[in-house]
């Protein structure tokens, strides 16, 4: 398999590992916004969220608190893109953990937000709910 990720994991590419478990990898990004910045991936390989089970997914956030309180990060992002037009680059499952220590470095980001029509939000929301 050509994923970059999976072949970390199968130790085919060395990586600054940080912690390990049967389901869960994290590790320091070679290519880092900030001190600190790591990955946290499950090792179970898919493309996006929605392809992992549930059951691989438990350790994630655990993993991402633990991180944090490690890089002893006050301020941080924590990031997980689905796609390519959102900004996926290795199509494997990853959180990153980004400390923000100064408005300098880090993950900087633009938030074009507009107003909501609330019936249509209303709508929204009932919608998805149905779907839950």
Not at 89 to 98: A, L, Y
């Given at each position: ?13 060395p990586c600054m590992k ?41 350790e994630i956030l655990p ?70």
């Amino acid at each position: 398999m050509s994923c970059i990720f999976c072949r970390i994991i199968k130790g085919e590419i060395p990586c600054m590992k940080l912690f390990e478990s049967e389901k869960t990898l994290a590790f320091l990004d070679v290519g880092p916004l900030s001190k600190g910045h790591a990955l946290v991936i499950p090792k179970y390989h898919g493309a996006k969220l929605a392809d992992i089970p549930d059951d691989q997914l438990t350790e994630i956030l655990p993993t991402l608190k633990k991180l944090v309180s490690a890089t002893g990060a006050v301020d941080y992002n924590i990031l997980q893109n689905n796609g390519t037009i959102a900004h996926q680059q290795v199509h494997h499952v990853h959180f990153h953990m980004i400390p923000k220590p100064n408005d300098a470095e880090g993950l900087g980001i633009s938030w074009p937000s507009t107003p909501g029509d609330m019936d249509k939000l209303k709508a929204l929301c009932e919608d998805i709910k149905s779907k839950m």
